[in-house]
């Protein structure tokens, strides 16, 4: 039997789409600023999307994506300009919806205190005080998606926030996707790394390549 007589193997090409937390957000204020317009990067935050920027510079990526809001543009900036790529904007990156909006909510302070807010919290699982979770992880799933099509056999890298990063990773990784806030594993420039060979999954690399910070910091 000749190798023309043989079926060609598939070809699987390694593609990693790094799903980026944005950097640190100027919020004197410390409210839960979610799709609020005008929360732009603070001086910490633009080094932080300096430092992530350097740490990708060798890799082999071909396409970036960003939120559509200014934090999420701001910290994709300085990769795409490294490997002279235009930033796609894409609109299933964005953060999630939050009836708390505007407000403060850490714990004790703010928002939580006053009864009338009270109602929102009825339905953690859902949850019933914003954007289903399983609505952000399909969406994200959809970003996830169009950025390994564009990326395929290289490296792309999607700028997004918290909470939309952390569920998605739970849902990548078969967990429920209710869960509590303060123990997310998702620093300010942080990548989760998903690492596909062809079409299927094989790794999930989380990294901090500009520190740790804390995620029951709100509005961060």
Request: proline fraction near 6%.
């Amino acid at each position: 039997m000749t190798s023309n007589d043989t079926a060609a193997a598939p070809e699987h090409k390694r593609t990693i789409v790094h799903v980026m937390r944005h950097g640190e957000v100027h919020n004197p204020r410390g409210i839960l600023y979610g799709r609020l317009p005008g929360f732009r990067l603070s001086l910490h935050g633009e080094a932080q999307a300096r430092k992530v920027a350097q740490t990708l510079a060798g890799h082999d990526v071909v396409h970036v994506a960003a939120s559509p809001l200014q934090r999420a543009q701001q910290t994709a900036t300085p990769i795409a300009e490294r490997h002279g790529l235009q930033i796609v904007t894409d609109d299933n990156l964005i953060e999630a919806g939050n009836e708390f909006e505007g407000l403060k909510v850490s714990v004790g302070d703010g928002a939580l205190r006053r009864p009338r807010h009270w109602w929102k919290l009825r339905d953690p699982f859902t949850p019933s005080w914003g954007e289903p979770y399983l609505q952000i992880a399909h969406r994200m799933l959809a970003a996830v998606g169009s950025a390994r099509a564009a990326a395929a056999g290289h490296e792309a890298v999607v700028v997004s926030h918290q909470l939309p990063v952390w569920t998605l990773r739970r849902f990548l990784q078969g967990e429920h996707l209710w869960h509590d806030p303060r123990a997310r594993q998702c620093a300010l420039a942080s990548l989760t790394s998903l690492v596909y060979d062809g079409d299927t999954l094989v790794d999930i690399v989380y990294s901090e390549p500009a520190g740790s910070s804390d995620p029951r910091i709100t509005g961060a």
